[in-house]
């Protein structure tokens, strides 16, 4: 069986791995949303806190001998709790000046942690195993899907809607989005607003380090995976926009599948077609597609 | 040109004549001055437009390219491959500019970060670029069919000419009329918008001159090292332009030169010693400038001489 | 240009000549530059090109020095070594600065092609001996061949001669080629591939991944839909033992082969026999073949814990060669060394009866090796059986297909 001349087998691999791939960036777009939401700050060391969460999980496994499992729930924590301390220490000194030193000091701040982790590791990558309970492939008949890929897409799509939730729906979540629009107005109704902000900052950091546990049995953990990802994450914000928790979610699923079928049809534009595509919003939609026009 | 500038003009053209004879590695001397100048273009935007670009590697790498490749493969005299080079860093600039401008502040460091993270990723698949190999073995040539510049020292002028040609132009947009309008643009640009100025075609002018000399740097590296690689499109290499600026002093006309000199030779005398950590100690110092040190060497020094600068982003 | 090249070589002869009556004078009037002689050892320190040369490398440099006696025509001898991170840029300004500034007599090992070639351009500018042992390209002896030049252990054209020509001859007819993109991966895909077409092959597809690629599945999966036999590797260290993991998770192994192209040994001990059993690889040495192999890996594998790959003992073989040049010619002169070092044989542990011909080509037998099972093995690092010595001449390129300008036809 075949589509458009690719046997399906390939077809729907590459479409397994685009969701993947659109998995993290959804994961991560979501994170940077929620983070430039109350704080208005682009986190550039976004992509080193989920190289973090993958190095958490490497190391829980390497010198506690803790699985998987117990590194998707430590991860979050631990790297969520050194976004904590960051916040505390650094950004809190800049919210009143200009964003664009917010980009700059997490710029710094991704150059500093690679450079430590590059110092540790080396560039080349550390295998991660598959947890057991996933290993293995499933023979569909038609494709073999590999257990742990596919799970990756169900559990990030579960963490991504599980954050819609608690933004949109919660009394949790009226209070963040009121704080979005109007910090003293929250704060004069006696909501401890920098504790917020710091509580959000760590939330957004703990959602990367998922993504870095969910991403190191898939590809090899290495220091530099970080800035790889966090460029194309930053155009997967710019097309998207970020007025809308579900419209990065929906981005960045749905740029990872193009990439995937970028694979199958033309491999050599694969890395440069998201890229294409933000130059094209820009031309017809600057706001992005699910943004608000200021 | 007031006192102090003049001062410092004159200090260093001084500086730069006689610096391949103090016993200074020339190479070294050539590629910290092709970084001041990659600053200096950078800091036209940054430091008096108000315009953080996150992808100037991009014009920086596709110049050398370009250099490269117009001299080795169609055998270009050296000038002509720079003039070559610059032009398509203009063309370029004006591309990815037109599209940046459409979005302010934030946004628009991360679109000019992910386009020239296209121009990365074409650069590694083209054919012309020599993908992970780089374009290797590139003549210095005869400047102007008549100088030799596989000697040294007449490579050593040519690059300072170079920037002095550089700087000097830039000196020249910041103090006429367009560079006031740009200055306007920086401090509030509603407020420019409604006095009648074109601000985004002020934006984008700024934008192509901006790329041009960077190409210009980015061609002259190239000539001097005889190769151009990924390094130089890649985004390490817009983030070290970045603290080239922020060090020395965004919105200064010497800070770039002295942040360029200070990185190069940080780089230089670390890479040895301390291996990876070089990259731990940028990220320090841009934290640390970001939080404590905001107007960098030349703005602080210049506060500290009496004057106040304004000094923004 | 060609001009140039026949005049530096004609000089060189000259000076090889004269050499022998002023050898007198130059010994006493201190011969040897800067007083002590200084070698290089450049190569991917922590990148996934670390295990094959890296600090092994540098530590076989060292045991060379160390046999040889610590100095060479009494004059100290001193290894330096830098990480060129797999980046030409990287390593064309080290190769610049060691030659300009650090007096740096010859740089050694040098792995990814690419690097290879930018470090080789400038050690043909500063006219300083270079010996490439880590990169693979068959460039370095044909375009891009200088007179200062040696490239000591293994090529493109061996392999793809060696490791392709074997299984076409099993019946491995329809490839697809996974290629690291860039010198050295698209010379190994070149030569493999004509090796293929000469043997009634067929190429079906190629594709391509950058250096130090992270995930390989989605190539894996362009391998599976060419439906061709064999998928050949033309990747190298971290890469191969990346790609041979993820055809392990799409199943490609249930209806494909692999085919490892270049494989070092510290490959297999990563990847594990279970994995690697049966496959074949074309080596330039095996630190197992016979006593003084056996000897120098075991003092090697006492400091680094890993047994040297051919890469390292070549390291420690052309060390002890180029030191043997000096003191041979009284100098350590370039042009008078590498005349010396273009008539002399080499005979030591790493290579018997090689010699260094006009295009830098070091000649030496090369070995077709199968990987063994797990149940062959029968102690730690016993990976190979020998499957077929293939004699120098046969091993690499002729000179008469050489493209090397330095080659008089």
């Known amino acids: ?294 | 040109m007031n006192n102090k500038t003049a001062v410092g003009f004159v200090l260093l053209v001084l500086l730069g004549l006689v610096a391949p004879y103090t016993g200074a590695y020339p190479i070294f001397l050539m590629k910290a001055l092709c970084f001041a100048l990659f600053a200096c273009a950078f800091n036209l935007l940054l430091g008096f437009t108000g315009l953080l670009s996150f992808g100037h590697a991009a014009f920086f790498g596709t110049a050398g390219y370009a250099a490269a490749y117009s001299i080795k493969a169609w055998g270009f005299a050296p000038e002509l491959g720079i003039l070559f080079a610059v032009t398509t860093a203009a063309l370029l600039g004006w591309a990815i500019g037109s599209l940046a401008i459409r979005r302010q502040g934030i946004y628009f460091a991360m679109i000019t970060l992910a386009m020239a993270q296209m121009i990365y990723f074409i650069c590694l698949q083209a054919k012309f670029t020599g993908a992970e190999d780089g374009l290797q073995g590139v003549p210095r040539g005869k400047l102007f069919g008549y100088f030799n510049l596989e000697d040294d020292i007449a490579m050593y002028y040519m690059v300072f000419a170079n920037f002095m040609i550089g700087f000097l132009l830039i000196y020249r947009t910041v103090h006429s009329p367009f560079g006031q309008v740009l200055k306007a643009i920086r401090e509030n640009e509603a407020r420019a918008l409604s006095l009648g100025y074109d601000v985004d075609k002020h934006k984008l002018l700024a934008f192509v001159i901006s790329a041009a000399l960077a190409g210009m740097a980015g061609a002259t590296k190239t000539i001097v090292l005889g190769f151009e690689t990924l390094t130089d499109v890649n985004w390490p290499q817009s983030g070290e332009v970045v603290l080239m600026t922020l060090i020395g002093g965004i919105g200064t006309m010497f800070g770039p030169v002295v942040g360029g000199f200070f990185i190069v030779t940080l780089e230089n005398e670390l890479a040895d010693k301390v291996g990876s950590w070089v990259q731990v100690i940028m990220g320090a110092i841009f934290v640390i400038c970001v939080l404590a040190f905001r107007r960098g060497i030349v703005g602080e020094l210049t506060a500290l001489f009496g004057r106040k600068k304004d000094v923004a982003v | 240009m060609k001009r140039k090249l026949l005049a530096t070589l004609v000089g060189t002869a000259l000076l090889g000549m004269v050499s022998n009556l002023a050898l007198a004078q130059t010994a006493k009037a201190g011969a040897i530059s800067g007083d002590k002689v200084i070698i290089g050892v450049m190569n991917d320190m922590a990148g996934l090109y670390s295990d094959i040369g890296g600090p092994g490398s540098v530590e076989a440099a060292r045991m060379a020095v160390q046999d040889f006696g610590g100095k060479v025509l009494g004059k100290p001898i001193e290894i330096l070594s830098a990480d060129h991170q797999n980046k030409p840029d990287v390593g064309a300004t080290k190769a610049r600065e060691w030659y300009d500034t650090e007096g740096v007599d010859m740089i050694v090992d040098v792995p990814t092609s690419s690097v290879a070639i930018s470090v080789g351009k400038v050690a043909a500018e500063k006219k300083r001996v270079f010996i490439d042992t880590g990169g693979a390209t068959k460039a370095l002896t044909n375009e891009e061949c200088n007179p200062y030049m040696v490239h000591y252990a293994y090529d493109t054209y061996a392999l793809a001669n060696g490791t392709g020509k074997a299984i076409v001859q099993q019946g491995g007819k329809t490839w697809f080629f996974i290629t690291a993109d860039y010198a050295f991966g698209k010379a190994l895909e070149a030569d493999t591939a004509a090796v293929v077409k000469a043997n009634g092959g067929e190429v079906k597809g190629v594709v391509r991944h950058p250096l130090n690629a992270s995930d390989f599945s989605s190539f894996m999966l362009q391998a599976q839909a060419s439906k061709a036999q064999i998928v050949g590797l033309a990747n190298a260290g971290g890469d191969t033992i990346n790609s041979v993991k993820a055809a392990n998770e799409f199943g490609l192994t249930k209806n494909q082969s692999l085919a490892g192209l270049l494989l070092f040994i510290t490959d297999i001990h990563s990847l594990g026999l279970k994995t690697a059993q049966g496959m074949m690889l074309t080596s330039a040495w095996y630190w197992d073949a016979n006593d003084e192999t056996r000897k120098f890996s075991r003092r090697f594998f006492e400091k680094i814990k890993r047994m040297p790959t051919f890469d390292q003992a070549a390291v420690y073989s052309a060390v002890t060669t180029y030191l043997k040049a000096i003191k041979a010619v009284g100098t350590d002169d370039a042009d008078k060394v590498m005349a010396d070092l273009k008539k002399t044989k080499i005979n030591d542990m790493f290579a018997k009866n090689g010699y260094i011909r006009q295009d830098g080509r070091m000649m030496h037998d090369m070995y077709l090796m199968q990987v063994k099972t797990p149940q062959e093995s029968k102690y730690p690092w016993d990976y190979y059986k020998l499957k077929a010595t293939i004699p120098a001449e046969q091993a690499f390129q002729s000179l008469a297909l050489s493209t090397c300008p330095m080659i008089k036809k």
């Open chain 1, 1 to 294: 069986m075949e589509i458009f001349g690719v046997p399906i087998q390939a077809f729907l691999g590459q479409l397994l791995l685009g969701l993947v791939n659109g998995s993290f960036y959804a994961m991560l777009s979501l994170g940077l949303a929620v983070i430039f939401g109350l704080l208005n700050i682009i986190n550039f060391s976004h992509g080193a806190l989920y190289m973090m969460g993958a190095y958490v999980a490497f190391l829980a496994l390497d010198l506690l001998g803790l699985g998987f499992w117990w590194s998707l729930a430590l991860a979050p924590l631990i790297v969520g709790g050194f976004g904590i301390i960051i916040e505390r220490l650094l950004m809190r000194w800049i919210y009143k000046l200009d964003h664009l030193y917010g980009l700059l000091l997490t710029f710094g701040l991704a150059l500093i942690i690679e450079g430590v982790y590059r110092y540790f590791f080396g560039v080349s990558g550390q295998p991660y195993p598959v947890p057991d309970a996933l290993r293995g492939a499933t023979d569909l008949g038609f494709m073999i899907l590999p257990n742990y890929r596919a799970f990756v897409v169900l559990a990030s799509l579960i963490v991504c809607l599980g954050t819609w939730y608690v933004i949109e729906r919660t009394r949790l979540g009226a209070y963040l989005r009121a704080g979005t629009e109007n910090p003293q107005l929250v704060q004069a109704f006696g909501v401890n607003v920098p504790l917020m902000v710091t509580l959000t900052f760590g939330f957004g950091v703990a959602l990367a380090a998922i993504g870095g546990v969910l991403a190191a049995p898939v590809i090899q953990i290495n220091p530099l995976m970080g800035s790889n990802i966090i460029i194309v994450v930053f155009a997967v914000v710019v097309i998207g926009g970020m007025g809308s928790i579900l419209g990065s979610i929906l981005t960045g699923l749905g740029l990872g599948v193009i990439e995937g079928l970028a694979k199958v049809y033309y491999a050599e534009a694969s890395s440069t077609v998201v890229f294409v595509i933000m130059a094209i919003v820009l031309m017809v939609r600057p706001a992005g597609l699910f943004g608000k026009e200021k």
